[in-house]
């Protein structure tokens, strides 16, 4: 480890929040465009004999909404790349299933940036039943809560919606998609969807307990909405190491060659909700407690990721832990991951 990162303070922060069971245990990794700088795991999978050893380098994580930006975000780039997306165009002028209804009156760059004034919550199941066809249908039908750009509001939908488009332009799953033109190109050779596998369940970190299989979940999703479709969408689904994250990464600070290039990530690393708060990029987020000068930008994942990039001072970072296993409380975690952020990219 390289003790310029804060190397050991890193370990002393991630090993006290094993301690204060926030999370059964962490994997965490450092660098820039060349590689790996620093990196680390503490604590174990699950507490108790039969809870898989402790946390390796190598241990995969159900990544929740960090999916969005290692499988949606990249995709819609190549399909802008390509020309066969343009960010600022109305669905409904070029996407049969969004005309007619409200979402055709919204854009790609509207779904990227959280303004497409969208429900939010995803409550799939409820609202349209179990059917994935049936779900597609009412997601893509639904009604507006507001104006499209009039505020800045979360929502799984977005994501949900964006890969919806992307399966609806290339004729292709987006687990594929993301496979194929993602993952492949850069070398994340564990970073996949779920269901896992029983010998790659076994090196998952565990999430919350399930009352239906009287177990916590062990390589199947966590998001009730994901498994609700199978184990993949656009909300969440991906499973992988902290090491594939990293190569992902190192991609964004020097996107040179496939998937995607430069424009896409300097389109997507700056602020593109004007004077809306609170700020956003496409999927990307300021991180919280910086500024736009400082240029760190993070996304999180509800089971205890997250994953930051900062191209003006050439770093990224990447936090796994499995915090649902104790708790949905996100106050613990959030203080673990402000402390780990100002460690990583200090102050300007």
Known sequence: MNTTLGAPRIERLLQDGVRARVYPGAAWAVGDARGLL???????L???PAGGGPVRTDSLFDLASLTKVIAVWPVVGTLVGSGKLALDVRLGAFW??????????????QLLTHTAGLPLRANLRALYG???????????????????????????????????????LTGRPLARLAAERVWAPLG???????????????????????????????????????RLLGGSCGIAGTFAPAGDLGRFLRHVLDPVGPPFGPAW????????????????????????????RDDVWVHYGFTGTGMW????????????????????????????????????????
């Open 38 to 44: 620093a990196g680390g795991a503490v604590g174990v």
């Open 46 to 48: 699950a507490p108790g």
């Open 96 to 109: 049969p299933e969004a005309a007619g209804h409200p979402l055709g009156d919204v854009t790609a760059l």
């Open 130 to 168: 179990t059917d994935p066809q049936d779900v597609r249908d009412g997601v893509l039908r639904e009604v507006l809560r507001r104006r499209p750009g009039e505020a800045v509001e979360y929502t799984d939908r977005a994501a949900l919606i964006l890969g919806y488009l992307a399966e609806h």
């Open 188 to 226: 994340m050779t564990e970073t996949r969807y779920g269901p896992l596998p029983a010998p790659l369940a076994a090196r998952v970190a565990p999430t919350e307990y399930d009352e239906g299989t009287g177990a916590h979940l062990r390589g199947t999703v966590h998001d009730f909405s994901t």
């Open 265 to 292: 990530v300097a389109d997507s690393l700056r602020v593109r909700t004007g004077e809306l708060a609170p700020a956003r990029g496409l999927f990307w987020h300021l991180a919280p407690g910086t500024a736009v």
């Open 309 to 348: 990039v900062s191209p003006s001072r050439g770093r990224w970072a990447v936090l796994l832990t499995n915090k649902l296993y104790f708790t949905r409380d996100t106050g613990p975690v959030t203080a673990v991951r402000d402390a780990f952020r100002a460690t990583v990219f200090g102050d300007r």
